[in-house]
């Protein structure tokens, strides 16, 4: 199932993504006494990640109850200016009362093949011996690059078509020559809820490819496609929105 909401611009769609992300969080902590979060990387969620630092969101939230993974990482220390694991201490985790065992950050300082395996590790303990695992994450927050990538599956790479491992060490020479570290569908499809957050009008033209050209999906974001029930919702400001005709419901 996939809903698509388009807000007047970033702001108004971040204030709808976290009240949102407090419901869902709220909910999860009910049903399962906690709540697993993916989060991502890139401009849009870090204003999501300052509001959620603030009242009366970070309030709202038992954040004891909550664990923070992320969906990928650029392979740099965890000071590093690149690093995802540092934009959302500087946004969120210095402001909040999270206990530093919930915090599960892809390890970007390591050997990229290593930290991939290390991570998947890390999940399966959460996750359960099924494979690939019937429920995954609670929420899963996702942005989507130009080229139609979403975390670290780029066009063109392994990762973005595996179907069997969990983590994926990968190696992109655009936007910048990096190695990274990509959680897979195999993952991010069994999350509950994934929100896909796009903002800006250097989405437009991608975004209407994405969402209303017909044929055989062909970029990393098309495979986002919860999966046992889980629920797929695009978060799309005005600009982002500006080349969609009909599919927007
Ligand atoms: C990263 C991301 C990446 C990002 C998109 C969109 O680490 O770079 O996880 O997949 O979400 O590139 O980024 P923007 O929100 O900055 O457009």
Redesign the pocket.
């Known amino acids: 199932m996939r809903d698509i909401e388009i807000f007047a611009d970033r702001n108004a769609l971040v204030r709808a993504e976290a009240d949102r992300f407090v419901k869902l969080t709220r909910h999860a902590i009910e049903s399962r006494d906690r709540c697993l979060v993916a989060l ?6 870090k204003p999501l990640y300052q509001l959620l630092a603030t009242m009366p969101y970070a309030s709202q939230i038992d954040w004891s109850r909550v664990h923070l993974f992320w ?2 990482e ?1 392979c740099v220390p965890p000071q590093h200016p690149d690093s ?1 694991y540092r934009m959302t201490r500087e946004s969120l985790l210095d402001h909040i009362p999270i206990p530093t065992e919930n915090v599960h950050r892809i390890r970007g300082e390591d050997d990229p093949h290593q930290a991939a395996a290390a991570y998947e590790q890390t999940l399966r303990a959460f996750f359960g011996p099924e494979d690939p695992p019937r429920r995954s994450f609670d929420i899963v927050l ?4 130009p080229d139609g ?4 599956m780029f066009p063109g790479t392994a990762a973005s078509t595996e179907s069997r491992r969990w983590v994926m060490p990968v190696h992109v020479e655009r936007p910048r020559d990096m190695w990274r570290v990509t959680l897979t569908t195999v993952v991010l499809n069994a999350a509950a809820d994934v929100a896909l957050l796009v903002a ?1 009008a250097d989405k437009a033209a991608r975004l209407h490819e994405v969402l209303e050209e017909r044929g055989e999906p062909r970029l990393p974001v098309q495979r986002i496609r919860p999966c046992g029930g889980g629920t797929l919702h695009w978060m799309i400001d005005k600009d982002a929105a500006a080349q969609l005709r009909g599919a927007v419901t």
């Open positions: 991502s990387g890139g401009s849009t969620p969906g990928d650029r995802n996702l942005g989507m690059g990538h979403t975390a670290s800006g």
